[in-house]
């Protein structure tokens, strides 16, 4: 497991898998262990995944400042993860709450971009994050699944934030149904992982609003001129596709997909389409024909 050294002097950590062209990888959650990126769909058959824990988070050691969580005070890690994998530029993958630490990241560092690919990543960092009616929209696209009925009480009630839910924990577990586009045994176990690889401190502290300035955020993206990718899932609210395309929009040189039937981890959805897309888009082409759809 490497080993570097943030600006700081924070001790952090990154996990290699597969061969090939290196890819950069930022996780989400906010603040998750990278570990439940998995091999992203057999995305390692194509690339050789780099995937940074945040501070804070799985391997990597906890800050001696947590103001430090927050996400902008986090893009120099990256920084200093692609200056100790000696590379010019780099190819970057960034996942949900992960996008707005790679927005941030090309804003500040454009020429160090080769290629950025954002899955389902709301645009939190441009001051518009997911709104409970866009979740509760997505959720109600559910309501032929055999769960929705036991399920949505309860995601209603989680969307209004409220603390004394009257919900058994059965009850609350089955709000994670809606992330997945299909609710198998590989999505419980990966939902159910969550708890254990999230730094519940870190996570508050992530998109405090002061991390932010949109406008200027706006105004440097449009200057960023590596091609982009911005990938949706069907399914999805927390990024609804339409508001993903709000990602898109904001870098002049980028293309929008949605994945049919996925939602938000759409490598577990469907990973044969979407490995095809991403690397397709990272070898530098368009949609291929199994992606088409």
């Known amino acids: 497991m490497p080993i570097f050294t ?8 990154h996990h290699v898998r597969g061969e090939g062209e290196p890819l950069v990888v930022l996780p989400g959650g906010p603040m998750r262990a990278s570990e439940y990126l998995g091999d992203l769909g ?11 824990d945040l501070r ?10 947590p103001a430090t969580y927050r996400c902008d005070r986090q893009v120099e890690d990256v920084e200093a993860l692609r200056i100790h994998l000696g590379l010019e530029r780099m190819d970057l993958l960034a996942h949900s709450a992960g996008g707005s630490l790679a927005m941030l990241y090309a804003a500040r560092h454009p020429r160090r971009v080769a290629r950025l690919v954002l899955v389902t990543a709301a645009p939190w960092a441009l001051g518009r994050p997911a709104g409970p009616e866009e979740r509760l929209a997505a959720a109600r696209l559910r309501q032929d699944e055999p769960w929705f009925t036991t399920a949505f009480p309860a995601f209603e009630a989680w969307t209004a934030g409220g603390e004394d839910t009257g919900f058994t924990a059965v009850d609350l577990t089955a709000v994670d149904a809606f992330f997945y586009g299909r609710w198998d045994d590989t999505a419980r176990a990966h939902a ?12 508050a502290r992530f998109h405090d609003p002061a991390a932010y300035d949109p406008p200027a955020l706006r105004a440097a993206l449009g200057c960023v001129d590596a ?10 609210g927390g990024p ?14 980028a293309d929008f997909a949605v994945q049919p039937g996925a939602a938000h981890y759409p490598w577990l959805d469907d990973p044969a389409w979407f490995t095809a897309r991403v690397e397709a888009f990272l070898a530098g082409g368009g949609s291929p024909p199994a992606a088409a759809g």
């Open 240 to 253: 609804r596709p339409e508001v993903a395309r709000l990602v898109a929009d904001a870098f002049p040189n």
């Open 192 to 203: 159910a992982a969550a708890d254990g690889q999230t730094n519940e401190e870190a996570e």
């Open 227 to 236: 091609p982009v990718l911005v990938l949706a899932g069907e399914l999805d």
């Open 6 to 13: 943030a600006p700081d002097g924070t001790p952090l950590a």
């Open 56 to 65: 804070g988070t799985g391997d990597s050691s906890v800050p001696a400042d």
């Open 42 to 52: 057999g995305l390692t058959a194509h690339r050789r995944l780099v995937l940074l």
